[in-house]
Structure formats: C-alpha cells, structure tokens
C-alpha cells in the first residue's frame, strides 16, 4: 500500500515525464534517490535505452565513498555519471528530478554533474 508521499512523488514524477523527453541529441538523466543510496541514469527515450548509469552501491566508487555523508556520496556519482557521459560523447543532457523536489541530494548531484562538465 503506497503512502500519500509516495502517491504525491509518483503525481509529481508523472508531470515532469509529460513535459521532459530524452533524446539521442539530449538524453534525459534521471535520478533515484532511496534512504542509503543514490542512482543516476542517462537514457535515450526514443531508443529505449540506457545509455550511462552509476550510484553508489558501484565498485569502483565504494574507496572514494567511504564513511561520507549522502550529501557528499551525491557529489561523488554526479561526478561520476558526468565523467561516463564524457567518454560516450555525451555533453547535454535534460534532467529529471523524478519527483523529488530539487533540494539536497538531487541538487548536489546536479550541481556537481554541471562542474564535471554536463550542460543542462
């Protein structure tokens, strides 16, 4: 039985699927957020296809992660997926906050995605 947070997450994730689309010129990088981690994927929508991910349950981040905050462990994937994207030729990208609102986590990881490079 889904709770009315998540009801309202899925309402909001909905919306902003309506409006924003990934495509092979800008695909859409999306992020999961969950209590102890946080994924990030890069997807072309037309193709059906994702393109780049990371996170940090990924092995050659847990060194670098260690006993960080989540605050800092989000600095540590959006650098990661920026730099993935990189070597694939990816250089824009539309994102997508699946719901959450643009705050902590989410926005570290974007922010640190923007420093590594990714335009959006």
Do not use: W
Request: aromatic share 6%; hydrophobic share 35%.
């Amino acid at each position: 039985m889904a709770t009315k947070k998540e009801l309202a997450r899925f309402k909001r994730k909905l919306s902003i699927r309506a409006k924003v689309q990934g495509t092979p010129d800008r695909p859409r990088l999306t992020v999961f957020r969950s209590a102890k981690h946080i994924y990030a994927q890069v997807v072309d929508d037309v193709g059906h296809q994702t393109l780049a991910c990371a996170s940090t349950r990924d092995e050659p981040l847990q060194p670098a992660l260690g006993k960080k905050k989540k605050k800092d462990k989000a600095v540590e994937v959006g650098t990661a997926i920026a730099q993935k994207c990189k070597e694939k030729g990816i250089e824009k990208v539309v994102f997508d906050r699946n719901g959450y609102i643009y705050h902590g986590r989410v926005s570290a990881l974007a922010d640190a995605a923007r420093k590594a490079g990714l335009k959006f």
